[in-house]
């Protein structure tokens, strides 16, 4: 199976979890072939400049299936599509070989382009343009689209009428560790005692913004009503971006490898996003590996319903932020432990492995 991705991914974020995520359930049935994975062992590029990096992997892999059409004729099954920004190479495959095309379908519609804040014209047409070619592409050239959630996957079915397969992000459950040598001591201090964590790449738009609020509003809004609840902004761009708003009551740590850590050290996760996208990866990492959630109605759709995930508009978070953490420190809130190994066996990668792999063998 030919994977086309425009990102690589050694990189920490949602994405390429995910994406790692489908390589591993793919690769028991097939052997996978990644060529962006070549291009960026020898080129690297900032994240600012994902244009570029973007415009030179297209490039890349159109000279790669060029160079290799004869194998895509009668070595290769299938060709899976990461995301709109590789729909040209993708193109390029499926005309020269007719390999058959699964798409993996993340963000769809106008609510989620208008939700990335694209100024200027140009820019705003130009967005608009990709994605009514990304979602006529789809619905025309896929033989089989994978969803992130049962929503999207609810939506689709009612206009796709080839292969859907709802694939939700897989849980793999934390490795045990000594959070002093981890670094678990790195934001922990005597005068807060409920964590919030924000996880992000914060070069993505929708995370950025979410990071301002939280800096700009909820940290400062919070501090008045409870000072003893912390702000932790951890990601790709955080330290670069939000290290500047640092204060007692908020801290950015940057790109953490090890996010167990992280994890263990905090209370609560939060997403103020009001992005409209196909579900929220964080959240579901979140809520897998034990924290409470408060998200808006926009970043919580797709994800699992749980009692542990409170749903809020923005003007009601800094409220909302605080009767939760006063809950968690009068022991109020019951069963958490059996809610979160509810929402830990939904997204089981044993069960969601095999499940894909029935799914894979019956499409053949």
Known sequence: MLLLFHKPLKRIDGETRYVSALIDAISQRYDVVIPSETFFENMRFEEEKWLLRTILINFYLIKWILNNINALKFDFSFCFMEDRYVMLP?????????????SRVSDWGKGYLASLGFKGIFSHNSLYLLNWFYERFVLKLSFCVILPSENMYNQFRNFFTKYLYYFPLPFVPPQTFNSKSAGGFLFQDGDHDI???MLGNYYYKPNEESANF?????????????????????GDGSLEKYSIYNADNLLSLGLIENLNEIYSNCQIGINPSVTEGGTSIKIIEYLCNGLYVLATPESSIGVLRSSNLIVRSRNEFSQALCELANKIRSGEIQDRNE??????????????????????????
Request: charged share 25%; net charge positive; glycine share 0%.
């Open 339 to 364: 809610e979160v190994e509810r929402v830990r066996s939904h997204y089981s990668k044993d069960v969601i492995m095999k499940n894909f792999l029935e799914f894979i063998i019956s499409i053949e």
């Open 90 to 102: 993708t193109y390029v495959a499926y005309k020269f070989s007719h390999i058959r095309i699964i």
């Open 195 to 197: 964590y919030c964590l």
């Open 214 to 234: 939280i800096v700009n509003n909820l940290a400062p809004a919070v501090k008045k009503i409870d000072p003893k609840i912390k702000f932790v902004i951890v």
